[in-house]
T-cell receptor, first 110, second 116 residues
Framework: RKEVEQDPGPFNVPEGATVAFNCTYS??????FFWYRQDCRKEPKLLMSVYSSGNEDGRFTAQLNRASQYISLLIRDSKLSDSATYLCVVSRGSQGNLIFGKGTKLSVKP | DVKVTQSSRYLVKRTGEKVFLECVQDMDHENMFWYRQDPGLGLRLIYF???????EKGDIPEGYSVSREKKERFSLILESASTNQTSMYLCASSPELWGAAYNEQFFGPGTRLTVL
């Protein structure tokens, strides 16, 4: 199993749609989880951290399932400006660095 | 706002040249990282540093070295550039780690290096 695995997409959705991305990770000792966003030809930026109890930030909801080693990101009411690549990021065990998934590309169409 | 700057946005070098990529952060972060990003391969960690004069190998250190003489500056060195080192290079910094909690990494704009 790859360290962090994501569906590369692309996900092509109309404005206003709800879209969900999934991510699996292989190291059960990982402690920290994030979603980053990367616009075309730009650097990655933190979208949100993912907490065990799940968390929401506006139209974005992140969930973590430690038993299944699975992370999700839900985007409601998609905007054109949500078009980007979403990177699932996991810490390498309890100590160590971050491992970045290869990303899921989202394209929101008018 | 945290600012991470990289010395060049675009760089073209010839095979065998020694290449220096510079990264500077202005937020007094302890940790600094160098990644490369390639289509289909994602971000891969080359080297990182948790303190001045300290360096650790990442996942793909071969062909690279680093230098951190000052807290705010982290340099990536390609001793003898090769065509397979053509890539986007991204520098990042983050504040000190506390236990098992990780802090956000702030990235620079990247340097697109082409080795001919």
């Amino acid at each position: 199993r790859k360290e962090v695995e994501q569906d590369p997409g692309p996900f092509n959705v109309p404005e206003g749609a709800t879209v969900a991305f999934n991510c699996t990770y292989s190291n059960s000792a990982s402690q920290s989880f994030f979603w980053y966003r990367q616009d075309c030809r730009k650097e990655p930026k933190l979208l949100m951290s993912v907490y065990s109890s799940g968390n929401e930030d506006g139209r974005f909801t992140a969930q973590l399932n430690r038993a299944s080693q699975y992370i999700s990101l839900l985007i409601r009411d998609s905007k054109l400006s949500d078009s980007a690549t979403y990177l699932c990021v996991v810490s390498r065990g309890s100590q160590g660095n971050l491992i970045f998934g290869k990303g899921t590309k989202l394209s929101v169409k008018p | 706002d945290v600012k991470v700057t990289q010395s060049s946005r675009y760089l073209v070098k010839r095979t065998g040249e020694k290449v220096f990529l510079e990264c500077v952060q202005d937020m007094d972060h302890e940790n600094m990282f160098w990644y490369r990003q390639d289509p289909g391969l994602g971000l891969r960690l080359i080297y990182f540093s948790y303190d001045v004069k300290m360096k650790e190998k990442g996942d793909i250190p071969e062909g690279y070295s680093v230098s951190r003489e000052k807290k705010e500056r982290f340099s990536l060195i390609l001793e003898s550039a090769s065509t397979n080192q053509t890539s986007m290079y991204l520098c990042a910094s983050s504040p000190e780690l506390w236990g098992a909690a990780y802090n956000e990494q702030f990235f620079g704009p990247g340097t697109r290096l082409t080795v001919l």
